[in-house]
């Protein structure tokens, strides 16, 4: 019972430090793993614009095109890939791209979408193009981001065996204190309870000196 009064309180401390800072920590390795998501889809774009321009010669010849995305989603992170129109309309896509996704709406910019997937979210990289014909088009990369639940949910898992580790550690060393301070403290109070002489009296806590005092005057009352 006397250690418990020490490891509860800093045990129940931890575990809600853990429950109040999940969500922080949900928020930061999402974002982490999105905005890396982000970077590897501007950088597969970046590498295959002018592979693309070059191959393409109308919607009358997309072998070379498909095969081209065919080769970009072999990426385990890259679900499928597409050429789009301004006007929505599908120009080419890989063998991969779900027939449920439709092209996504005109982009003036490089954008990032969130859209609903059947393994969870997935994020669509939307970069403008112009095709040799001079038509505007839009270069869409389809990411399944339902790699980043199972990476925060092994962060999860890891940052609770942490807590979890600490919270031992933690108790371990404040047992160990509590042992050694009061080891101390009854040592110290036994020696000078044996003695008569004030010399000890010096060594011991200020909180025991109040009951040293009347313990010696007891002692004496009683010699």
């Known amino acids: 019972?006397?250690?418990?009064?020490?490891?509860?309180?800093?045990?129940?401390?931890?575990?809600?430090?853990?429950?109040?800072?999940?969500?922080?920590?949900?928020?930061?390795?999402?974002?982490?793993?999105?905005?890396?998501?982000?970077?590897?889809s501007r950088l597969t774009a970046n590498a295959t614009e002018d592979?693309?321009?070059?191959?393409?010669?109308?919607?009358?010849?997309?072998a070379p095109v498909n095969k081209l995305f065919d080769s970009i989603a072999k990426d385990s992170r890259v679900v499928a890939v597409a050429l789009c129109a301004t006007n929505g309309q599908m120009l080419a896509r890989g063998k991969d791209w779900p027939s449920s996704v439709p092209c996504p709406a005109t982009a003036q910019d490089v954008t990032f979408v969130i859209i609903p997937f059947n393994t969870g979210d997935a994020m669509t990289g939307i970069f403008p193009i112009i095709l040799p014909d001079n038509k505007a088009a839009n270069f869409v990369i389809l990411h399944d981001l339902a790699f980043s639940v199972r990476r925060f949910q092994e962060a999860r898992l890891y940052f609770l065996l942490f807590t979890a580790l600490l919270a031992l550690v933690s108790s371990a060393v404040t047992i160990m204190t509590a042992r050694l301070t009061l080891r101390t403290w009854i040592g110290r109070l036994s020696l000078t309870l044996s003695s008569l002489d004030s010399a000890y009296h010096k060594k011991l806590p200020r909180e025991f000196l109040p009951l040293i005092r009347e313990m010696r005057q007891l002692l004496r009352s009683t010699q």
């Open 1 to 40: 019972m006397f250690h418990l009064r020490f490891v509860l309180p800093l045990v129940v401390t931890l575990l809600l430090l853990a429950v109040l800072t999940a969500p922080l920590v949900e928020h930061l390795v999402t974002g982490w793993f999105r905005h890396d998501v982000e970077q590897r």
């Open 51 to 62: 592979a693309l321009v070059n191959l393409w010669q109308g919607e009358k010849k997309l």
